[in-house]
Every structure is written in structure tokens, then in C-alpha cells.
């Protein structure tokens, strides 16, 4: 057999597998200097991020928890966040995001399908790093989530894209 036709063979063997699930994918604000103020709308690795305009200025910034630990990341007004998934966050993956509020902030994290129906979500009242992990039912894709609440002071450190 010739080099031409294995390498024919190979790649439409190749082509009727299954497409892979694409691997964890993480927006986060490392490479940002804190205090920084991002504009209304900006994107990180696919990630679409859109702040209420006329409130709080989103703004990268440290904030230490009650333990110590120090989550680098944006603050965002308290109106609603609202963080666009990339295209490769498919069916039944998850999300995960580290967020840090302060004493008495409470926030609700809501996973959303296309449609703006609510998938999963979860309120967090954390004065620690807190890892939310967001599950939608195995055949329903996150298409964008919202983030609700607080006083303008939590932190969202990272925001990622996760398969199952």
C-alpha cells in the first residue's frame, strides 16, 4: 500500500470518529495588572465578558480572603455580570469559577442555554476563595452565565470551561 493511500485511510478513519470534547479552557485576569479598569465589554480566550454600564466600573483588583489567601481578579457591578461561553463549551460540560466576596455580599450564579433559561446555579455568601462548580443536565449546553448581587466588591478570579 502507498504512502498517499495509508495516509487517505488514516484521515477518513479519522474523520468518522466522534468529535472530542475540546479540554478545560480558563479566562482569567493574570496577565492584568490590578487596578486596571476594563471597559463594559472585553473578551479573554473566548470569553465574552459584559458589565452594566452606569454602575460600578469593572476593575482588576487583589482582595485577600478572612484566611489569607489572595484571589487576583474583577470586580463587577453588582446589576449583573454576564460572561459568554466560547463556542467549544459544548453539551454537558461544566463551569467552574473562583470568587471571593466580601463579608455580607452574597451573590447568585446562574448558567443559562441559549434561550436565557436557567440550567444550574448557586449562591454564594463566601468571605473565602470559593470554587463554584456548575452542572447542566447531560444533554444541555451553558451558553453564557450571570452573575447577580453583591456590592460591587467580589472578585471573580477565573471563569472555565470544563469537560465532564
Known amino acids: 500500500m502507498s504512502r498517499r493511500v495509508l495516509l487517505a485511510a488514516t484521515l477518513l478513519a479519522l474523520s468518522a470518529l466522534a468529535p472530542a470534547q475540546a479540554a478545560t479552557r480558563c479566562a482569567s485576569f493574570e496577565a492584568i495588572e490590578a487596578g486596571t479598569q476594563m471597559p463594559e465589554k ?9 458589565d452594566r454600564a452606569g454602575g460600578v466600573v ?12 489572595v484571589l487576583h481578579g474583577l470586580s463587577f457591578d ?6 459568554t461561553l466560547p463556542e467549544s463549551h459544548g453539551a454537558g460540560m461544566r463551569v467552574r ?12 450564579v446562574r448558567a443559562l442555554n441559549d434561550a436565557g433559561q436557567t440550567l444550574a446555579s448557586e449562591l454564594v455568601n463566601n468571605e473565602n476563595v470559593y470554587d463554584v462548580i ?5 444533554t444541555e449546553r451553558i451558553a453564557s452565565l450571570a ?6 466588591q467580589g472578585v471573580l478570579g477565573s ?3 470544563v469537560a465532564p
Open 42 to 50: 472585553f473578551k479573554i480566550k473566548g470569553f465574552r465578558f459584559k
Open 58 to 69: 469593572p476593575m482588576v483588583r487583589d482582595r485577600t480572603a478572612a484566611d489569607g489567601q
Open 78 to 83: 453588582p446589576r449583573s455580570l454576564v460572561i
Open 97 to 108: 469559577m473562583r470568587l471571593l466576596l466580601s463579608p455580607g455580599e452574597v451573590v447568585r
Open 134 to 138: 456548575l452542572v447542566p443536565p447531560a
Open 147 to 152: 452573575l447577580d448581587g453583591g456590592e460591587g
Open 159 to 161: 471563569t472555565c470551561s
